[in-house]
T-cell receptor, first 110, second 114 residues
Framework: SQQGEEDPQALSIQEGENATMNCSYK?????LQWYRQNSGRGLVHLIL?????REKHSGRLRVTLDTSKKSSSLLITASRAADTASYFC??????????FGKGTTLSVSS | EAGVAQSPRYKIIEKRQSVAFWCNPI?????LYWYQQILGQGPKLLIQ????????DSQLPKDRFSAERLKGVDSTLKIQPAKLEDSAVYLC????????????FGSGTQLSVL
């Protein structure tokens, strides 16, 4: 079963613009993670935010977590063509494996 | 540091045939996962190993899928017999201890069942 649901399913922007992706989940979580997947490749971990954290930054990435709304957002600032990929949120309860959402496909054109 | 290794990269088989996938996790990683990713969807967990023991195989179709990690290092996932709906990318991932950490993924095996 899917734990997280990303929104939007697809997003097209120009280089230099910001991209925001949202994720909603159903049950209480231990942490929430975001991954990137380039076409035909495996997933690459981007950032992990714990349930007691509200915001986290890593380079051009900013992740927020609202446990009261069971939602998270991923912001990519100043997007580049190389950011074109699918982005997945994944979450788990204590002791369970990560459950992934269906992903957001981001297309950044130059 | 070497990443998660998977082989083969691609496999095409006829329905009802059998197929096996191999995974070698990052050295020292105790936890190994097999995920199935159907086109346009997110990865779905098939099985999780902690060392050579199974932690979670609740979503593994056990009538046709089997997996083992005999020495607690590399792992094999087998499908026998394959169905058309098994066409997907099979991703192997590993983590250090499996305690809510980030996962390291291999490049996956793309399976086409005709």
């Amino acid at each position: 079963s899917q734990q997280g649901e990303e929104d939007p399913q697809a997003l097209s922007i120009q280089e230099g613009e910001n991209a925001t992706m949202n994720c909603s989940y159903k049950t209480s979580i231990n942490n929430l993670q975001w991954y990137r997947q380039n076409s035909g490749r495996g997933l690459v971990h981007l950032i992990l935010i714990r349930s007691n954290e509200r915001e986290k930054h890593s380079g051009r990435l900013r992740v927020t977590l609202d446990t009261s709304k069971k939602s998270s957002s991923l912001l990519i600032t100043a997007s580049r063509a190389a950011d074109t990929a699918s982005y997945f949120c994944a979450s788990n309860q204590a002791g369970t494996a990560l459950i992934f959402g269906k992903g957001t496909t981001l297309s950044v054109s130059s | 540091e070497a990443g998660v290794a998977q082989s083969p990269r691609y496999k095409i088989i006829e329905k009802r045939q059998s197929v096996a996938f191999w995974c070698n996790p990052i050295s020292g990683h105790a936890t190994l996962y097999w995920y199935q990713q159907i086109l346009g969807q997110g990865p779905k967990l098939l099985i999780q190993f902690q060392n050579n023991g199974v932690v979670d195989d609740s979503q593994l179709p056990k009538d046709r899928f089997s997996a083992e990690r005999l020495k607690g290092v590399d792992s094999t996932l087998k499908i026998q017999p394959a169905k058309l709906e098994d066409s997907a990318v099979y991703l192997c991932a590993s983590s250090f201890q499996g305690k809510n950490e980030k996962l390291f993924f291999g490049s996956g095996t793309q399976l086409s069942v005709l």
